[in-house]
């Protein structure tokens, strides 16, 4: 059986490049030869029109008909669901369908775990399953949570994330302590950064200064440039849009980071 890992993006506060990591951090490891699945988790739908499919309110299938058949005890057709992009990723994709998931899952048993059910049978075909959250921490981000191995923290670094973070923390460590005892923290990846700007030096030093210690902070730092978002606008990794850019470079950087797989730095409770 093949070891997949299941990693959710993770960040209450919105705009800090959870989509946008997300994206370039999975097809870097398509790049170094994995099977990897994306699952777009979130109401806006941007990862699935980052990867091209824009008019996504018009899809049939989507992870938001994926839950209602496990709901309502359907065979979820994965085939009909999966849609395969041009640069070997595969998705399930997200349309506005989602925003009221959590009111259809009032009655449903363990619902925290829905979306860990729905996606148990195909942590077979994959090595990578990667979780884009919303930005919040509602019934949405708990049961991905309650899917994954790691979670992955983009922060941004214009300013310090402290009690964010701290909020986040705890959540990861409800749902450790409650659902999901093997959930781990990937790390912090710092995105979105002016490194031109004493401000984001300084702050860049306080992230790895206070969080450190516990969590993994990741070397590469995703640098804030106007490529970032043209390649989402044109259905493109970073890789395919710009190839040789600061960003595409930091991306490809962070995936080797990801696969080195070091030491987990990290304490049974995550606290600060
Ligand atoms: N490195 C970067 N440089 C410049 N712009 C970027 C970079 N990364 C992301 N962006 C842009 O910043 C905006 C927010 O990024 P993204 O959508 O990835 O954040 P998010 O955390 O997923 O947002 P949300 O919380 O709404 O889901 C987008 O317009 C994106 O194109
Ligand atoms: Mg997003």
Sequence with gaps: ?????????????????????T??????????????LIVDFDPQGDLTSCLGWKNNDALEHSVSSMLDDYINDNDIDYDSLILHHEEDVDLIPANIELADFEMRLVSVINREQTLSNCIEPLRDKYDYIFIDCPPSLGMLTVNALSAADEVLIPVQTQYLPAKGMTKLLQ?????????????????????????????????????RESFGKNIRVFDTIIPKATKASEASISGKSIYAYAKDSKVAVAYDNLTKELVKNPKIRQKDEISL
Excluded at 190 to 196: E, W
């Design 23 to 36: 994206e370039n951090v999975a097809i870097g490891l398509v790049r170094q030869g994995f099977d990897v």
């Design 1 to 21: 059986m093949r070891k997949c890992k299941v990693i959710a993006v993770t960040n209450q506060k919105g705009g800090v490049g959870k989509t946008t990591t």
């Design 171 to 207: 959540t990861v460590n409800k749902v450790q302590r409650k659902i999901n005892s093997n959930l781990k923290i990937t790390g912090i990846v710092m995105t979105l950064a002016d490194l031109n700007t004493n401000i984001t030096k300084s702050t860049i030093d306080t992230i």
